[in-house]
């Protein structure tokens, strides 16, 4: 399978052709290669518009919804990000493409190891990848420009917001049905919280302390 060719068609008729215009999100899009963060078995459909089982019965979230979550952070590259949800690294890979630094944690130990090996043997450097419960974030490396949760969340975590710098967006799947969420980004301002509702989506559920 010619694994270029399938990600430039990807690139052109699951982004290009829907609403993904920023250049720096198509340009990540274009280089990260989606197949060494999928299993064996998926390989030939890495490309696919769809999401893919991966390890610790997780899921490797579709392209379009890796390239409009980015997308919707308006990510500068100086900016240094946070990922609540590590599952494979392909997020934090792309966004790694864009931005300055990127941490990334992972609840699940067998996941957050085997990202941390593929991310490093795909040549990623400026990811860091931290085994833990996201919930409460990385608060040493505070402030964060943005932050994505990979993971349905049934309540917005009050420590990430914490962790957001004035201007930053937290870009997250709210919602506790296993049926569908609603994908939203919150734009922190001196006064609160501004919300927009971007779309419908379907997210494995966030574990941990969120659950409390």
């Known amino acids: ?19 993904i215009q920023d250049p720096a999100v198509l340009k990540a899009m274009s280089k990260v290669p989606r197949h060494q963060f999928v299993e064996p078995q ?14 610790e019965n997780q899921t490797i979230s579709q392209p379009y919804i890796v390239a409009l979550m980015t997308q919707c952070a308006s990510l500068k590259p100086t900016d240094r990000v946070l990922e609540i949800g590590t599952g494979s690294g392909y997020q934090a890979a792309v966004l790694a493409e864009i931005v300055a630094q990127v941490y990334t944690i992972e609840i699940i130990g067998a996941l957050a190891e085997g990202a941390k090996t593929t991310l490093e043997k795909v040549g990623v450097g400026n990811v860091k990848v931290r085994h833990g419960d996201g919930y409460r974030g990385w608060k040493e490396e505070a402030p964060f420009d943005a932050i994505l949760i990979t993971a349905a969340t049934p ?16 870009v997250m799947p709210l919602g506790d049905k296993p049926q569908g969420q609603k994908l939203i980004v919150l734009t ?25």
């Not at 919300?195 to 966030?206: L, Y």
């Open 188 to 212: 922190k301002t001196e006064t609160g919280l501004e919300k927009e509702f971007i779309t419908g989506v379907v997210f494995v559920p966030m574990t941990g302390e969120v659950r409390e």
């Open 155 to 170: 309540k917005i975590p009050r420590p990430l917001v914490d962790q957001l710098r004035i201007g930053g967006k937290l």
């Open 1 to 19: 399978m010619d694994h270029e060719k399938a990600r430039t068609l990807m690139v052109e008729s699951q982004l290009k052709a829907r609403d």
């Open 42 to 55: 998926h390989m030939t459909r890495a490309y696919d518009d769809v999401a893919l089982p991966i390890k």
